[in-house]
């Protein structure tokens, strides 16, 4: 069985950091597809940022470009999301998600992702 278990969220000020985690179970760590995704209210879920496997590219939004780092450690089975000059357009339920390995061309699709975590608020708000 798959589990996606997410910390991190909370109420951060504009231009403040925060760093999500979402530890993996179930799922061949190294070669399975992970991602951040974010629900804003009244939005669809949006694609923040996936990793294909172990070792290669992090590919980001246009939106989240240059203040946000994915990353993930083998050790810990784990996957990360700093998020530094956070904005008040970041707040939104962020969730963790993982895929057998996805092509190119499917990673920001959510609907080929099937395993989720349960989400966490992040509010960006002085």
């Known amino acids: 069985q798959v589990q996606l278990v997410e910390s991190g969220g909370g109420l951060v000020p504009p231009g403040g950091s925060l760093r999500l985690s979402c530890k993996v179970s179930?799922?061949?760590?190294?070669?399975?597809?992970l991602a951040w995704f974010r629900q804003a209210p009244g939005k669809e879920r949006e694609f923040v940022a996936a990793n294909r496997r172990s070792g290669e590219n992090v590919y980001y939004s246009d939106s989240v470009k240059g203040r946000f780092t994915m990353s993930r450690d083998r050790d810990e089975n784990a996957v990360y999301l700093q998020m530094n000059s956070l904005k008040p357009e970041d707040t939104a339920v962020y969730y963790c998600?993982?895929?057998?390995?996805?092509?190119?061309?499917?990673?920001?699709?959510?609907?080929?992702?099937?395993?989720w975590g349960r989400g966490m608020q992040v509010t960006v708000s002085s």
């Open positions: 998600a993982a895929a057998p390995r996805l092509i190119l061309s499917a990673l920001g699709l959510s609907r080929q992702y099937p395993d």
């Open positions: 179930g799922r061949p760590f190294n070669t399975a597809t």
